[in-house]
């Protein structure tokens, strides 16, 4: 596929240098026991990894987070010796940001393999520093001949399964680490704040599922510290640390980061929480999120603080991160004759329409947290997603996807694929106008991966508006079961830097493909 070398996991000294270290010092703890206490002698400690976020062909974003108040140091080199190796001063990090801290690189070598360590250092004593931790990335490639490969997918800790010490952990994690993928799009649902962990759980065939559990994920998130705690919880998991050390990232969110089928202005009718108004809870999530996540617009000087941006990889790939929650108007029947609002919000439309359109990459993949065409319902009578089981002309929030969809096709904008996550299996849907009753758009796919860590589910109905046919599926015949009675899902795209043709992938954890489509470039009904 790709002119560029690959660099395969066992040669990457560094990266399982400091991985180890970090296990050493982040071993997981034993089942029913809390999160291991930071000892605040010594020197600094990043004992929870590394993470690169939203890389380009000159900038990433890294992340630590330390034990106590660290100066961030960053070092990158592009050999593992770290010989002519460059420095970059990081922040203070302290308790307001929980102890995490982002710095931003620029002016980095397109197609190459950086090479990194992160560095803490006693603000009172910067000679007092704590052991390394590193981590590799790939940025962009400049030249169309290098291709891009990488991988998405979703769910992560929910419907009560979380990390298994039996099993090994989060497992799907280092099959996804060990295909060396340029980068990870994670489609939402990171953490599940509204889910609580419990120490053990019994399975419909009797074996017993047995978690690592925290005080914080013993109750539904509601305060900052409880939402802090449902990001670390995770980290926990050594694979994820390892994965982390050797995979960007570019992450969204979506509704378990803050509470089941949450949308703006809600006020809550759910005994287990003490504050009902959604916008508090959520406001304290998102402030979780971006102390947790490298994402460069959350981090931005400028002060822009959003969810939704374009990681540019290359002149073959834009990646399109929507926020289908922040801007939503409240779930409902979907029947409203006009909707200006729907589940991006009218600013964020506008926003997706420009910078589609002036996007020059050959492949234009929109990265949705919920589903277009699939059934998701909210209670008796509400959807949650854009459809709304009503197979007739667009109603609720299907007109701005309507309007969307007939921008792309009268702009001729070539190259639109839509990945998403969220229902917990796997499909690839095609949407053509002539099975639709809306028929102003252009033929397009839509793929559905997930979860890696969480209860799969029966596959949801479709909607007929947009046309859309289920070439592949991949489901359980029941609710909630778990990653030990059926494998992860996660899916992979390649472009060729030769062809331009886009191969989507469909994989469930154990090393098979469910499902292949080849793409090609500037073609439109596939």
């Avoid at 029913?32 to 062909?57: E, I, K, M, Y």
């Avoid at 509704?255 to 005994?271: C, F, S």
């Avoid at 609002?341 to 990459?361: D, F, N, P, V």
């Avoid at 002309?393 to 996807?401: A, D, M, S, Y």
Wanted: proline letters at 7%; charged letters at 25%; a neutral charge.
């Amino acid at each position: 596929m790709s002119n560029r070398p690959r660099f395969p996991s066992p040669a990457r000294r560094s990266v399982l240098r400091g991985s180890l270290a970090a296990s050493a010092a982040l071993a997981l703890p034993a089942v029913g026991a809390a999160a291991p206490a930071f000892a605040l002698s010594g020197r600094p400690r990043a004992a929870w990894g590394v993470q690169v976020g939203d890389v380009t062909s000159s900038s990433a974003l890294i992340w630590v987070r330390s034990d106590r108040p660290a100066r961030m140091i960053v070092e990158t080199s592009a050999t593992e010796s770290f010989r002519r190796a460059r420095t970059w001063h990081g922040p203070l990090v302290g308790s307001g940001t929980d102890f995490t801290g982002t710095t931003p690189l620029y002016g980095l070598p397109p197609g190459e393999q950086v090479h990194y360590r992160v560095t803490l250092a006693d603000p009172h004593d910067p000679r007092r520093t704590g052991e390394p931790v590193h981590g590799t990335f790939r940025t962009a490639p400049a030249r169309r001949r290098d291709g891009v490969r990488f991988l998405w997918s979703g769910d992560i800790a929910g419907q009560g399964w979380g990390i298994n010490p039996d099993i090994g952990g989060y497992m799907v994690y280092d099959e996804m680490r060990r295909l060396d993928p340029d980068f990870f799009l994670c489609s939402g649902d990171n953490i599940y704040a509204d889910g609580v962990i419990e120490p053990s759980v019994t399975l419909p065939d009797g074996r017993v599922w047995r978690n690592v559990t925290t005080e914080e994920k013993a109750k539904v998130a509601e305060t900052l510290a409880e939402y802090r705690g449902n990001f670390r919880y995770n980290l926990l998991d050594h694979n994820l640390r390892e994965f982390n050390a050797q995979v960007p990232s570019i992450v969204q969110w979506d509704d378990h980061e803050v509470r089941n089928n949450w949308y703006p202005g809600q006020i809550l009718d759910d005994a287990r929480y003490t504050e009902k108004n959604v916008d508090v809870l959520a406001a304290r999530s998102m402030r979780a999120f971006r102390e947790y996540f490298p994402v460069s617009t959350l981090h931005a000087a400028s002060g822009e603080g959003r969810m939704h941006r374009v990681v540019r990889h290359g002149p073959l790939l834009d990646v399109f991160v929507l926020d289908m929650r922040s801007f939503r108007n409240a779930n409902s029947p979907g029947r409203q004759p006009d909707d200006r609002t729907g589940i991006l919000g009218a600013e964020q439309l506008r926003w997706l329409k420009h910078e589609l359109s002036r996007s020059r990459a050959v492949w234009k993949v929109i990265a949705a947290d919920m589903p277009l065409g699939l059934v998701v319902t909210d209670g008796a009578t509400d959807f949650e997603a854009v459809a709304q089981g009503d197979p007739g002309t667009p109603l609720g929030r299907e007109l701005q996807i309507a309007e969307l969809l007939r921008y792309i096709k009268h702009r001729r904008i070539t190259g639109t694929v839509w990945l998403t996550a969220d229902v917990h299996y796997t499909s690839a849907q095609h949407y053509e106008p002539e099975r639709a009753v809306f028929k102003d758009f252009a033929p397009f796919w839509e793929f559905v991966s997930g979860p890696l860590a969480a209860g799969q589910f029966q596959a949801n109905e479709l909607d007929a508006t947009f046309g859309p046919d289920r070439v592949f599926v991949r489901a359980p015949d029941r609710a909630n079961v778990s990653p030990m009675e059926s494998p992860q899902h996660f899916g992979e795209v390649e472009i060729d830097g030769d062809s331009g043709e886009l191969t989507v992938r469909l994989r469930a954890q154990g090393g098979s493909v469910l499902f292949s489509k080849v793409l090609r470039p500037g073609r439109v009904g596939q």
